[in-house]
């Protein structure tokens, strides 16, 4: 699907509409997908991720209409540098996983928990794995297709490289899982790159390159040795991966690793 052009709002679906911050990178991708909610008929709407701290696109994302909640995929700065301005101009509270970023009253999200506003209802799935505190949006009105927002658990475009300071791989597994078992059909609104027609399609591709990856680092351990560096096993996996990229990887290798061997 065609992603929008810097600083427009664009449909997605009847309930969600994007719009992608300009600070585009290695990790970003073309950049933050901020997402407006809100039912149609209804003015008041819901932001997820406004963005790090870009007062220019944090200013556009207020002046859709007036916002009733903010909510956070994850503690990543480009989804969440911009929080405390953004609270600041709108005045709606901002809840997420990590206290970190609560505004405005806003309390901390639990897993399964429903929450019924400006007629949405949102329902917090619980995705650890890129991050510790990861949640997916399963996103819902009366009437009207759902669709599932994701931040950096799924991605629009390639895959999504785990933390390696709080990020875990078997969370990563079983969130993938949850997000396979939440059915077909559901539209992925992701964090970054483009809307993505079928979230169990998606998830089970997912799954299954986790678990090449996850067979491509046992097979490096067995040739390099049980105590072989993540770099060695970086440059042994993804051998015919631009160098460049290596650092990223190393990332995604540093779980692999502390999962296979604990």
């Known amino acids: 699907m065609t992603h929008p052009a810097y600083a427009q709002l664009r449909a997605v679906t009847p309930l969600a509409s994007v719009m992608l911050e300009n600070n585009p990178g290695m990790m970003t991708l073309d950049g933050t997908n901020t997402w407006i909610l809100r039912v149609p008929g209804n003015d008041r709407c819901v932001v997820v991720d406004p963005g790090d701290h870009d007062e220019e696109h ?26 405390a301005r953004f609270a600041e101009i709108t005045g709606a509270p901002v ?83 949850r997000l396979l078992e939440l059915g077909e059909g559901l539209a992925v609104l992701p964090g970054h790159g483009p809307e993505l027609p079928d979230l169990a399609t998606v998830a089970q591709v997912y799954l299954d390159h986790r678990e090449d990856r996850l067979e491509q680092v046992r097979t490096a351990l067995d040739v390099l040795g049980a105590d072989a560096s993540p770099r060695a096993v970086v440059e042994h996996v993804y051998s015919d991966v631009d160098p460049k990229l290596w650092p990223v990887a190393e990332k995604s290798v540093n779980v692999q690793l502390e999962y296979l061997r604990s």
């Open 58 to 83: 944090l200013q556009r994302v207020a002046g859709v209409g007036p916002v009733d909640l903010t909510l956070i995929t994850h503690r990543h700065y480009d989804h969440t540098g911009g929080v």
């Open 95 to 177: 809840r997420s996983v990590d206290p970190t970023f609560l505004r405005g009253g806003g309390t901390r999200l639990e897993a399964d928990e429903v929450i019924e506003v400006a007629g949405l209802t949102l329902r917090v799935v619980a995705t650890p794995g890129h991050t510790a505190d990861s949640v997916s949006i399963l996103v819902e009105a009366q009437g009207y297709p759902s669709a599932v927002l994701t931040g950096d658990t799924i991605l629009g475009r390639g895959t999504t490289v785990l933390d390696d300071s709080d990020g875990n791989l078997g969370d990563y597994l079983t969130s993938l899982r």
